[in-house]
T-cell receptor
Framework: NAGVTQTPKFRILKIGQSMTLQCTQD?????MYWYRQDPGMGLKLIYY???????DKGEVPNGYNVSRSTTEDFPLRLELAAPSQTSVYFC???????????????FGSGTQLSVL | DQQVKQNSPSLSVQEGRISILNCDYT??????FLWYKKYPAEGPTFLIS?????DKNEDGRFTVFLNKSAKHLSLHIVPSQPGDSAVYFC?????????FGKGTSLLVTP
C-alpha cells in the first residue's frame, strides 16, 4: 500500500543544474499536485494536474515544468536551479478536486532540495 | 499575499490541557476549511474540516470552530497528548486546490 511516493528524499544541486523530482501514486487518483514549503512558510502550490495530459499553473510556477503522461506519474522539472528554489517539495494526489475529496488528499513524504 | 494566516508559529501546552490553534483568512469566498497535521520527515495528513454552513465540527478530541463574520477559525484539542506534538496547518479550499497557512508548531509536554 504505497500511496504517494517521491524520489529522491534529499538532493543538493549547484546553481544552474537541472533535475527532475519524481512522484508516483498507485491509488488511481486523477488530481495531482506539487507544493513547496519554504522554512517557516506554508505550502505553496506550484503546478497541478486534473488528469493525464492536463496540467495547470499554481501560485508559484516560475522556474518549474511538469508533465502528466500517465495517471500514476507527475514529475516536476527544474531546468536552471537557483538558490530561491531551496525548499521542501511535496507531491500530493486526490481522487478529484472537490472540497470533500480534498479531505482525502494524500501527500508524499517530501523531497528536501538545496541549491548552492 | 498570504490569504490564510496562522500568526502563532509555535505553541507549548501541558499534557491534559487544552490546545487552541488559531487561523485567520482574508478571502470571503473561501467556504471550506481543513486542518492538516504534519510530523517531521512526513507529508501532511488530514485531521478535521468544516464547511461555512456550520460553526462547529467535532471529531473525538478535536473540534474546529468557525466564525465567518470575523473570518477566523480555531482548532481545539482536548485533552492534549504528547503524540499531538506536530505542525498544524490550516487550509482553505480555493476551487481546485488548498491554500495553506504557515503552520503552528505544537509541543505537548508531559
Amino acid at each position: 500500500n504505497a500511496g504517494v511516493t517521491q524520489t529522491p528524499k534529499f538532493r543538493i544541486l549547484k546553481i544552474g543544474q537541472s533535475m527532475t523530482l519524481q512522484c508516483t501514486q498507485d491509488m488511481n487518483h486523477n488530481y495531482m499536485y506539487w507544493y513547496r514549503q519554504d522554512p517557516g512558510m506554508g505550502l505553496k502550490l506550484i503546478y497541478y494536474s486534473v488528469g493525464a495530459g492536463i496540467t495547470d499553473k499554481g501560485e508559484v510556477p516560475n522556474g518549474y515544468n511538469v508533465s502528466r503522461s500517465t495517471t500514476e506519474d507527475f514529475p516536476l522539472r527544474l531546468e536552471l536551479a537557483a538558490p530561491s528554489q531551496t525548499s521542501v517539495y511535496f507531491c500530493a494526489s486526490s481522487l478529484a478536486g472537490t472540497e470533500l475529496l480534498l479531505e482525502k488528499l494524500f501527500f508524499g513524504s517530501g523531497t528536501q532540495l538545496s541549491v548552492l | 499575499d498570504q490569504q490564510v494566516k496562522q500568526n502563532s508559529p509555535s505553541l507549548s501546552v501541558q499534557e491534559g490541557r487544552i490546545s487552541i490553534l488559531n487561523c485567520d483568512y482574508t478571502n470571503s469566498m473561501f467556504d471550506y476549511f481543513l486542518w492538516y497535521k504534519k510530523y517531521p520527515a512526513e507529508g501532511p495528513t488530514f485531521l478535521i474540516s468544516i464547511s461555512s454552513i456550520k460553526d462547529k465540527n467535532e471529531d473525538g478530541r478535536f473540534t474546529v470552530f468557525l466564525n465567518k463574520s470575523a473570518k477566523h477559525l480555531s482548532l481545539h484539542i482536548v485533552p492534549s497528548q504528547p503524540g499531538d506534538s506536530a505542525v498544524y496547518f490550516c487550509a482553505a479550499y480555493s476551487g481546485y486546490a488548498l491554500n495553506f497557512g504557515k503552520g503552528t508548531s505544537l509541543l505537548v509536554t508531559p
